[in-house]
C-alpha cells in the first residue's frame, strides 16, 4: 500500500513503539489479565488516543487512514494494546464531531485532545448484542435530568474510562426510533461498575457489566435529538469498524511473520520444514489474503477520508468481516505450522488465535455484516 510521507513517518514511530513500550508488556498482561495504565500516557503524549481530535481543539487532527495505520502496527505486537490506540474515537470524540453541539465540543474536545482521557461505548447488553433495537437501558425525562436504569454487558474500559457513551430507550417498547445516546461522567452516582468479565484472549483490554440505578444526569448530556440513538450508532460503529479490522490486520500479519520465521528454524525428515509444499502452500495462502485484505482496508480508509461516504455502510462491513476473518484463518494455520509448539504459550501464536477471534463478534458479528453487505447491494 502506498502511504504518504507523513503516513509513513507515523507508521515508523507507531512500530517504533509497539516494540520498545508494548512489547514488553505482553507477557504481563496475558498473566495478570491486567491493564498496563502506563500506556495512557505513552499513547497520549504521542497523539495516539486523541488521533481523531481536529486540530483547531489541540489534537492531531487525524483521520480513519492514520487510525488504521498505528492499530495496525500495534495490532502485530498486541491486539489487546490496539484497543487502547485510539480509545476515545468511539466512545468520545466521533459522537461529538458528529452530534455534538457546539457547547459540547468545545469543553469536551479540548480535554481529550491532552491525551489522558480515557472513554468506553456502552451498548451491548445482556439480552441485546447485535440487536442493538432490543436495548433495555431507559433514560426518562424528568424536568431538567434523565434518569437512568439498567444493564450493560461486556463494556470495555469501563473501570478505566472518564466518559461513557451510554445507549438508552427514552420512549417504551422496542425499535429503533426509542433510542438516545448520552454522554456520561462515570463518576455519576448510581453509575456501577460490575465484574471484570473472564475472557479467552484480549488479557490487557477489560471488559465490565455495569449497572444504573437511578443515575440521574444533566438534559445536556444528551447527543443528538431524542430517539436519534439509533442512527447515531450505525453512524459511528461504520466510522470505527475499519480501526478493528486495522487491528486485526496487524495480528494477521504477525501470524505470518512467525510462521515463516518457525518453518525457516523448525526441522523435520532431514529438511526445514520450509521446504515441504504442504507448508509452503499455507504459508503462500496466508499471504494472499494478508495482502487483499490490507489492500481492501486502506483504499476504503481513503475513500471514506474523501469524504465520499456514499458506500460507507457497504465497505465497513466488507472490511470488518473480511480482514477479521482472515486474521482468524491466519492465526489457525499460524498455530498448525508451528504444530505442538503451536498450543504452547511458549510461542505467541496461540494468543494470536485466541485474540483474533473476538474481532469476528464485536461491533456486530460477521454474520450480520453479511446480511448488511447483501442488503446493501440487493437494494433491500
Known amino acids: 500500500m502506498k502511504f504518504t510521507e507523513e503516513q509513513q513517518m507515523l507508521r515508523d514511530m507507531v512500530r517504533r513503539v509497539a516494540e520498545e513500550q508494548v512489547r514488553p508488556l505482553v507477557a504481563e498482561m496475558e498473566e495478570t489479565r491486567e491493564f498496563p495504565e502506563s500506556l495512557v500516557e505513552v499513547f497520549g503524549d504521542l497523539g495516539l488516543l486523541q488521533m481523531w481530535v481536529p486540530e483547531e481543539y ?82 426518562r425525562r424528568a424536568g431538567d435530568s ?31 426510533d426509542g433510542i438516545s445516546v448520552f454522554l456520561v461522567d462515570t463518576k455519576t452516582p448510581g453509575l456501577t461498575i460490575g465484574r471484570k468479565e473472564v475472557k479467552m484472549g484480549r488479557h490487557g483490554s477489560p471488559s465490565y457489566s455495569v449497572f444504573f440505578e437511578n443515575m440521574r444526569i444533566d438534559a445536556d448530556c444528551l447527543l443528538g435529538e431524542e430517539g436519534t440513538g439509533f442512527k447515531a450508532c450505525m453512524k459511528i460503529l461504520d466510522l470505527n469498524r475499519p480501526s478493528v479490522a486495522a487491528s486485526s490486520l496487524g495480528l494477521a500479519q504477525a501470524a505470518l511473520d512467525e510462521s515463516i520465521s518457525y518453518a525457516r528454524e523448525r526441522r523435520q525428515f532431514g529438511k526445514r520444514i520450509a521446504d515441504f509444499q504442504a507448508i509452503q502452500f499455507k504459508i503462500a495462502n496466508m499471504a494472499m489474503k494478508i495482502e487483499a485484505a490490507r489492500t481492501l482496508l486502506y483504499t476504503s480508509a481513503q475513500e471514506i477520508d474523501s469524504g465520499d461516504t456514499s458506500r460507507l455502510t457497504l465497505l465497513s462491513s466488507m472490511v470488518k468481516c473480511y480482514v477479521t476473518d482472515v486474521a482468524m484463518e491466519a492465526a489457525l494455520e499460524a498455530v498448525q505450522i ?19 477471534k473476538l474481532n469476528q463478534i464485536l461491533e456486530g458479528t460477521n454474520e450480520i455484516h453479511h446480511v448488511i453487505i447483501a442488503r446493501q447491494l440487493l437494494g433491500k
Not at 485510539?86 to 461529538?96: D, E, K, Q
Request: with cysteine; proline share 4%.
Open 58 to 139: 489541540g489534537g492531531p487532527g487525524g483521520d480513519l487512514t492514520s487510525v488504521c495505520i498505528a492499530k495496525e502496527e500495534i495490532g502485530k505486537v498486541s491486539l489487546a494494546a490496539s484497543t487502547l490506540c485510539a480509545n476515545n474515537s468511539i466512545g468520545l470524540i466521533l459522537p461529538l464531531l458528529h452530534f455534538g453541539t457546539q457547547a459540547q465540543k468545545d469543553h469536551y474536545l479540548p480535554l481529550a485532545a491532552l491525551g489522558r482521557t480515557l472513554s468506553c461505548v456502552a451498548i451491548t447488553e445482556p439480552d441485546a448484542g447485535s440487536d442493538v433495537s432490543a436495548i433495555r437501558t431507559t433514560a
Open 146 to 176: 434523565y434518569v437512568i436504569n439498567g444493564q450493560k454487558s461486556w463494556i470495555t474500559w469501563a473501570a478505566q474510562a472518564h466518559y461513557m457513551l451510554l445507549f438508552a430507550r427514552t420512549s417504551e417498547g422496542r425499535g429503533h
Open 338 to 356: 508451528h504444530g505442538s509448539y503451536g498450543y504452547s504459550t511458549e510461542y505467541p501464536v496461540e494468543r494470536f488465535m485466541r485474540d483474533a
